[in-house]
Every structure is written in C-alpha cells, then in structure tokens.
C-alpha cells in the first residue's frame, strides 16, 4: 500500500505542478501561515517554513531543566552511543543543557555483551541460555550461585543502574526530537529507548536477587524504578516511547506478583508498597503524542516535500528504483487545504484518546479508522486520479488537498493498537493494587476475603473496576492463593486466561500462586 500512495503522489507531482526552480534562490512558500494549517507559528528557518524540530523541543522542553530531567541521568548511565555508530548529534545534548558524555566510562551494558567482553563465552547458544536464565532471574527470587553469571553483570553494571535509581525520581522528562540526516522529524533515532527496556530486565533480576537474600525494601526499590521509568518514557513526545513505556510497566507488573507470594512480607510491608503503588501517577494518555511529535512530524514532513521535492521521499521510503521522481520544489501547490484537514484529524484523534472512558474512545476511533479507510478508497485509482491532477484547469487549492491526503494516509500512525496497550496497561496497575490489598488482608486475617467488598474502607477506599467491561472485576478466592481478572479487550470472559495460558485468553489476571 504505501508504494502504491507513493507511486500516486509521485505521478501527481512530476507533471506541471513540479518543476525545477530557475535559480538558486528559495522557492515562496506554498502554503499560509496558521493555526488550522501549520498548527504553530514560528520558529521560522531561513527560507520562511516552521522549523518544526525547534518548535517541538520548545513545546516538549517547556519547564524542564538539566537538574529535572531524567533522561539527562539516562544519557549519562547509557553513555554517548547506547547502539554504537556515529552518536546523537551534538545540538541533542545541549538541548538537554548537558554535557556528552565521554567516549570511555562505567556505562550500562547488555547481558550478552557482557558475556562476550568480560566472560570470553561466545558460542550462541550459551548466549541464548544466559538470555533465559536472566529472564527467569526477573520473575523468581534466586541466589548468586545459582546464576553467577547473571550476578558477575550486575555487579559490573552497580554504577549506572544507581543512576537509573536517582535519576528515575526526578519529575520531568525530555528527550529532544534532532535528525540525524536530513530526513526532517521522522528520520530521528531513539536509541536510548530500546535501551531502558535492558536496564529494566537488570533492575528485576536485581530485586528477585534481593528479594531473595532478604533485602526487601532494596528490592522494592528496584521495581519502582522501572515503574517510574515506564512513566517516563511515556511522557515523550513519541508513540514509540508510550508503548515502551507501557512494556517496562508490564515487566514491572510480572515481577512484583511475587512479593505477594512472601510469607516474611507482613501486613505493615504489604500496605507500605501498595501505598507506593498508589502514589505512581497513570501513565500519560497517548493525546499528547499526537499534539507532539506525531503531529508535528508529518507536517513537517509536509514542509520538507514542499521545500525539496518528491525526493526526499525516495530518501526516506522504501520506494521502487525504477520510478523516475523528478527534481525540485513544488510549484502551482497550495498546502493549505491538506494541512487543514491533516490537522482536522490530529484534532479528532488527540480529542478521542483524551476521552474519560474506553467505550468512548473506541466509538470516536471507530469512527476515525472508517474514515481513514473512506479515504484510502478514494484514492485507489492512482492513474485516473493522476490524470486529473495534471489536467488543464486543476486548481492549485484542489492539488493541494489531494497531496496532503496521500500524505495522511502514508504518515498517520495507527493508534488503536497503542490505546489498547495503554488500556491493559492501565488494567494491569488496577489489578495490582488490588491483589496487593487483598494479600495485605490475608496477613492479618489468615484467610483471603469472601469478597473484594471486604477490603473497604481499610484496606482500599474504593475498589478498582474493570476498565473494559466498566464492571467489576472477577474475584475467585480459593485456600491457597486467589485470582482476580478483567475481561480484556475481547469483551468476553475468558476465565482469567492470558496468552500464555492453554487454552488461550484475553483477560488480564493477578494469580496467586503464579505460574512458574
């Protein structure tokens, strides 16, 4: 689907609506400034079209100070080139009003790295092994003679997860959007983000390591770091950092089910950690990331077509080599209609992910998604539709509309998967405050309540619902544990199966004992 857009947008714009320019000078711009059609008014560039970058790190950036700002301590635990190659380009940390960190320092570092540089164990499959033994290390409580290796990485690693520690308590985040090309926006690399979700598989190990040599509150400690780290990342400018975001929140989730499981846990423990439970704010609803860098890229990905032709899409895209694009600014183009009704949209979709309740968000995106599909339809008979672009008498307004819902529907991110993901992760931090009180009430009364309306007003003073059902949840008391579930996003009850149950589900769940 996207060459096929691209081809479209491609044979629209090689016509006489594109041309090479007649001197060296910058074309005018096709497009007013506003904001239904460029959304922000300035910063300006030197040939007078948004400088979009800037305009992001000024609205992301808003507040946030060097000694605020956690990424600064990420960047600083991760080192200068988290994935190796050239490295983020300088104006990132100073954006950040950071220093680079220097090429050589006690950097956090992967487990299989590790065991390459420091252990000499290259053979794959013991690579592979370790990789299981550090996931396993994550969710049961184990001794370092157990996994010495595991162990021996991290203790190497002490220093930077500290500062994951320190920094993951400071309130703000920001992490400038700088190209690293020429791309524009879209073509900016997060390689520290990939990376946080590493330093959260050490953290768990970390807390079961200490959670079995007693170190309870150390332990604890370490969960509520990647809990805070998830909260993060999800307050970024990107799609990509909520969702992983909401991925380190699920580790987090997984391993903390066992602190349920510890007899030496009483009932003062048990309250103090749902107390810090409580405390985490939810994680940021995705309506931000679509005002941020979502919106913002694709205008100006916009402004980059209109200042260097069809080119810098054959940069950017995977694009056939035998199609010929033409070289040049775009000429007789009218932007606004397509940024209007680009912006239109972004509107609608921030708008519906900042509704209160999920049956409203999905009724709204339901109907954004049958409009979007509307317009791919619309667009389907590329040669046709590229005839009567490139016909006498088509208007540069009308040209404009049409390029910017090719556009639309090359650069919109789909957003229901992520709200989805951000409902079960939501869902999952319910589910643990609510098997954190009903263990806290097992302590003291040594037996699990009959029902979830026992653990009111003392243990919680409301009970948490089901989010998908806007029911309550499902409690099934049993002798030796209990479980508790929602009914996911299928809607049905599947009996408090998940993914990894047989047969499978789609109800997320807090059961105890856990499945080893």
């Known amino acids: 689907m996207k060459h096929i857009l691209l081809f479209v947008l491609m044979a629209i714009l090689a016509g006489p609506a594109f041309a090479e320019p007649k001197d060296k000078q910058e074309p ?48 600083t635990a991760l080192g200068p080139k988290p994935e190796g190659g050239k490295g983020q380009p300088a104006a990132f940390f100073k954006l950040m009003g950071m220093t680079e960190p220097p090429e050589k320092g006690d950097y956090f570092i992967e487990l299989w790295r590790f065991a390459k540089e420091h252990l ?14 550090c996931a396993t290390a994550a969710r049961i409580p184990w001794a370092a003679k157990s996994h010495p290796y595991i162990a021996d990485w991290l203790k190497s690693i002490e220093k930077p997860l500290a500062l994951f520690v320190e920094g993951m308590k400071r309130p703000h985040y920001f992490s400038p959007m700088v190209p690293s090309g020429a791309g524009g926006l879209i073509s900016t ?17 970390r807390a079961m390591l200490r959670l ?63 107390g810090d439970l409580k405390s985490l704010s939810r994680l940021p609803e995705l309506g931000a990331s679509m005002d ?10 916009a402004m980059q077509v209109d200042r260097h032709g069809l080119n810098f899409l054959k940069d950017i895209g995977d694009l056939p080599d035998q ?46 998604e049958e409009e979007l599909l509307e317009l791919k339809k619309s667009i389907k008979e590329s040669v046709d539709l590229a005839n009567v672009l490139m016909g006498a008498g088509v208007t540069p307004e009308y040209r404009g509309e049409v390029v910017g819902k090719l556009l639309l529907t090359y650069l919109t991110p789909s957003v229901r998967k992520v709200q989805t993901a951000s409902d079960r992760s939501e869902q ?11 263990a806290a009430y097992q302590r003291d009364q040594k037996s699990y309540p009959r029902s979830l309306a026992d653990l009111t007003p003392k243990y919680l003073a409301k009970i948490p619902g089901d989010l998908f059902s806007g029911k309550e949840m499902f409690y099934r008391p049993n002798g030796n544990g ?5 009914v996911g996003v299928n809607g049905i009850d599947d009996e408090g199966r998940w993914y990894d149950d047989e047969p499978r589900g789609d109800d997320p769940n807090v059961r105890v004992p856990a499945k080893k």
């Open 28 to 75: 005018k711009r096709n497009f007013t400034i506003g904001k239904d059609t460029t959304y922000v008014t300035g910063p300006l560039d030197k040939d007078g079209r948004i400088d979009y970058v800037a305009a992001l790190s000024e609205r992301m950036g808003k507040g946030v100070t060097s000694e605020t700002n956690a990424n600064v301590m990420i960047w």
């Open 120 to 133: 000499s164990v290259e053979d794959r499959e013991e690579l592979e092994e370790l990789e299981e033994q």
């Open 189 to 205: 690399l997060l390689p520290a983000v990939q990376k946080c979700r590493s330093a959260t598989r050490a953290l768990t190990a």
């Open 212 to 274: 079995h040599d007693g170190k309870t509150d150390a332990a604890w400690e370490d969960l509520m770091t990647c809990h805070r780290l998830a909260r993060n990342l999800a307050k970024g400018s990107t799609l990509i950092e909520a969702l992983v975001g909401m991925a380190i929140e699920q580790i987090a989730f997984k391993t903390g089910v066992d602190f349920l499981e510890r007899p030496e846990l009483d009932s003062k423990h048990l309250m103090k950690f749902l």
């Open 292 to 301: 941020g860098a979502e919106r913002f890229g694709f205008l100006d990905t």
């Open 323 to 368: 199609v010929r694009i033409a070289k040049g600014p775009l000429e007789h183009m009218n932007w606004d209609p397509g940024l209007r009704k680009a912006n239109k949209l972004f509107d609608r979709v921030s708008a519906a992910l900042r509704l209160d309740t999920r049956e409203k968000r999905e009724v709204e995106l339901d109907a954004i």
């Open 428 to 438: 999952s931090h319910r589910n643990q405050q609510l098997a954190f009180a009903i």
């Open 482 to 486: 209990f479980l508790i579930y929602s």
